[in-house]
């Protein structure tokens, strides 16, 4: 925490006053980001514009987008809100039909993409034309992707079909593994939304 404080041109003790410890600021860190990121997509007005906007927000915000999918799939990660999962979800839904949940698969294929992408780039330093390829060209990937999943309605994936009880991005009501209850994540994140938002006004 001292270094944390260090970093921030603050003190161990106000920062205390704020964040209980490390996992507290980290989940802080996760918040706001999903926030911003929500905020960027939420201004597009289709699947390909959100998938490069995601993209772009990635690179330009690469330290926090890493901390948000830290162990994403694991408590608390997999138990807070996932806006911007669910929005690119229901554009796949208007876009298919059906209701969101049904379309979840597809938006993890879709997620993993633009993800890998993402990765790819942070971690490899890509910047110039080939930043702009590689936009362009998990543009283009996700939109085939979409495109074979409107005319392949009703068929068989490969695999095993989707869980019932593996649900994601719905909070407290996520889970992973059969009989997972985590009853108190919701108002948990609810009272340190706005004891938050207390502290800013």
Not at 15 to 34: F, H, K, S, W
Not at 78 to 100: D, I
Not at 113 to 127: C, F, K, P, Q, S
């Amino acid at each position: 925490m001292r270094g944390v404080a260090k970093a921030a041109s603050t003190t161990t003790p106000t920062l205390y006053e704020r964040y209980t410890d490390r996992d507290d600021i980290l989940r802080a860190v996760r918040i706001r980001t999903r926030v911003e990121l929500f905020g960027a997509l939420s201004r597009t007005r289709s699947l390909p514009q959100a998938c490069q906007r995601y993209l772009e927000f990635a690179l330009d915000n690469n330290h926090a987008y890493e901390v948000l999918f830290d162990g994403f799939a694991q408590p608390p990660s997999l138990y807070e809100p996932w806006p911007s999962f669910n929005l690119m979800r229901l554009r796949l839904a208007q876009r298919l039909g059906g209701s969101p949940r049904k379309h979840t698969r597809l938006m993890l294929s879709l997620w993993s993409l633009m993800h890998g992408t993402a990765m790819l780039m942070i971690r490899g330093g890509v910047t110039g034309p080939l930043r702009t390829q590689m936009i362009h060209s998990c543009l283009d990937a996700l939109e085939a992707i979409a495109a074979q999943a409107a005319r392949a309605k009703g068929k068989t994936y490969s695999g095993p079909k989707w869980p019932a009880h593996l649900i994601l991005g719905e909070a407290a009501h996520s889970k992973v593994t059969d009989g997972e209850v985590y009853a108190g994540a919701k108002s948990s994140f609810n009272t340190k939304a706005r004891t938050r938002s207390k502290q800013k006004s």
